[in-house]
């Protein structure tokens, strides 16, 4: 293709993108916009897959039935919204063996908030109402994103992030008006949660390498701190209901701004987690890489049933 006729596509590239028109797979598309969307909207799906596993670790110790029930159906979801997000991701051209891979190898990451430990019932609450609610406000601007694939899948994830957002909050109510120790256990996973909960938004925007580029695209509809603020002003009035308080002395109402202002996150820790040396990064990895290798049976019977399949129509066709 000349240069010029390059250049006169991404001219109506952009004039698509500027009228807030889908970009579908098979239009065309700057290389760029599909590297970037891959490594985004595989990082997404990786973090649904990667997130099952704190969860995951107190399925069998849920305190009842209902709790139980509640905590199972939310993990599948999970690896519903993987699943979703992978499909989404290879409309660009790349395989699922080559995402896996990717997450495998450690090429490729996932949010930061899954390599801390679940260490009691506490934390489940605080994960639903926490992180499911930072990921809500996250990924209701994606569901205008312009990649129409990336865009439908978050709109029937989001629907579904709701969902754990009101049961997380819920186990933080009842924890909250029961016994002073259960109250202490919520309020205990909230000083462990909340940093890292605003650390998921990404560093903050004069740092953020892609952020500029990806508002252009209208890949991302707001910034890393635009929604770390939406967050924590909507996160605090909850935290007041349920009568337990974020672990920031210097939060506080500014009213001229008519938002919280709040303290400094630990960016070194956050780059830690990101580079693999959070609390559980290697158990997580170990998990899913472990996960694949077992699975390795059950992939080959797949692929030699559908083989047979196959030869069973030709030798019909004969
Ligand atoms: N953790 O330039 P920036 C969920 C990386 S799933 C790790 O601001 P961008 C849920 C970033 O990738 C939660 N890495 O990047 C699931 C980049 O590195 P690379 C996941 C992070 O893409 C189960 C570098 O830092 N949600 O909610 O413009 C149960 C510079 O950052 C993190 C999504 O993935 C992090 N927290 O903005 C419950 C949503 N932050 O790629 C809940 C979609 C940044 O150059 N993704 N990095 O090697 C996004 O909205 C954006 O990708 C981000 C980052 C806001 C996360």
């Given amino acids: 293709m000349s240069e010029e006729q390059i250049k006169s596509l991404e001219a109506e590239f952009e004039a698509r993108i500027a009228r807030d028109e889908k970009i579908e797979p098979k239009d065309w598309m700057p290389e760029k916009y599909r590297q970037t969307h891959i490594r985004q909207i595989s990082q997404h799906a990786h973090s649904e897959i990667v997130g099952m596993l704190p969860e995951g670790n107190w399925i069998t110790r849920a305190p009842s039935l209902r709790r139980k029930v509640a905590l199972l159906a ?31 190898s450690g090429k490729a990451k996932y949010s930061s908030i899954f390599n801390y430990p679940t260490l009691t019932w506490a934390d489940i609450g605080a994960i639903g109402w926490l992180v499911d609610g930072a990921a809500i406000i996250n990924q209701v601007p994606l569901c205008n994103t312009s990649f129409g694939p990336y865009a439908r899948a978050m709109v029937r994830v989001c629907k579904e992030e709701s969902f754990h957002q009101r049961q997380g909050y819920e186990i933080m109510l009842k924890l909250c008006q029961g016994t002073p120790e259960q109250k202490e256990m919520a309020q205990d996973a909230l000083n462990r949660w909340w940093w890292p909960s ?21 890949l991302k509809r707001k910034t890393n701190d635009e929604l770390r603020q939406q967050f924590i002003d909507q996160t605090i009035p909850q935290a007041e209901i349920l009568g337990i308080t974020v672990p920031d002395a ?3 109402w500014n009213e001229e701004r008519g938002h919280y202002d709040f303290g400094e996150i630990n960016w070194d820790e956050f780059w830690q987690v990101v580079k693999g040396h959070g609390p559980c990064n290697k158990e997580r990895m170990s998990a899913r890489v472990g996960a694949w290798e077992k699975g390795t049976w059950v992939r080959d019977a797949a692929m030699a049933y559908a083989e047979k399949q196959e030869n069973k129509k030709l030798n019909k066709a004969v």
């Fill in 198 to 218: 605003l650390m998921m938004f990404g560093p903050t925007d004069d740092v953020s390498v892609h952020t500029a580029q990806s508002m252009k695209w209208k």
């Fill in 74 to 104: 939310k993990v599948q979801d999970e690896a519903g919204h993987g699943l979703y997000l992978y499909s989404a991701c290879e409309t660009l051209g790349i395989s699922r063996d080559e995402l896996y891979d990717q997450l495998h």
């Fill in 250 to 252: 210097d939060l506080k």
